[in-house]
T-cell receptor, first 114, second 112 residues
Framework: AQTVTQSQPEMSVQEAETVTLSCTYD???????LFWYKQPPSRQMILVIR??????QNATENRFSVNFQKAAKSFSLKISDSQLGDAAMYFC???????????FGPGTSLSVIP | DGGITQSPKYLFRKEGQNVTLSCEQN?????MYWYRQDPGQGLRLIYY???????QKGDIAEGYSVSREKKESFPLTVTSAQKNPTAFYLC???????????FGPGTRLTVL
């Protein structure tokens, strides 16, 4: 069965610095999607970034980028120039079009220190 | 303005009562999902539906029921059989080709 692991329950970063959140997953499939979601104190889940497994190029969205290592089954999120508004829970997620469901990791709580 | 709405935002229930949480989407997505989130925890799947009039149990379906009579609506009923229903409930929808989840704002249910 597919699983998603986030080994860092809590992380902190100084404002304007860079932080990397880790995620590993387990699957026997070759075609799938990976996501990072952000949940701020409002609890609204917001998609941060999406990666298709067939794409070798790492996805980027402004200050957010991923390091997708397919062979290692690793999908880390890098946040550059951290801002106070980046403080939130971050969830890594795995999905397949043939599987119907998305599997979420347990989350990493990110604090941003002014 | 496309999106997912959930109502109410806060809901209080007495023990032994059934309550229904509303979820509506106008994104024309085929799939809809219900998740439960406890404080400091991740998301646990309760039920999901890929098409109208069909739905499947997730990981924690006991004490919950759903219906999918319309593509845009997927209400969740929390029954009196659910032993610990106090939690935050999130509804999501997704287009089948990408499985990207689009979330509603959530409902906070408290049992008094």
């Amino acid at each position: 069965a597919q699983t998603v692991t986030q080994s860092q329950p809590e992380m902190s970063v100084q404002e304007a610095e860079t932080v990397t959140l880790s995620c590993t997953y387990d699957t026997s499939e070759s075609d799938y999607y990976l996501f990072w979601y952000k949940q701020p104190p409002s609890r609204q889940m917001i998609l941060v970034i999406r990666q298709e497994a067939y794409k070798q190029q790492n996805a980027t969205e402004n200050r957010f980028s991923v390091n997708f290592q397919k062979a290692a089954k690793s999908f880390s999120l890098k946040i550059s120039d951290s801002q106070l508004g980046d403080a939130a829970m971050y969830f890594c997620a795995y999905g397949e079009t043939s599987y119907d469901k998305v599997i979420f990791g347990p989350g990493t709580s990110l604090s941003v220190i002014p | 303005d496309g999106g997912i709405t959930q109502s109410p935002k806060y809901l209080f229930r007495k023990e032994g009562q059934n309550v229904t949480l509303s979820c509506e989407q106008n994104l024309n997505h085929d799939a809809m999902y219900w998740y439960r989130q406890d404080p400091g925890q991740g998301l646990r799947l309760i039920y999901y539906s890929q098409i109208v009039n069909d739905f499947q149990k997730g990981d924690i379906a006991e004490g919950y029921s759903v219906s999918r009579e319309k593509k845009e609506s997927f209400p969740l009923t929390v029954t009196s059989a659910q032993k610990n229903p106090t939690a935050f409930y999130l509804c999501a929808s997704s287009p089948r080709l990408t499985v990207e989840q689009f979330f509603g704002p959530g409902t906070r249910l408290t049992v008094l």
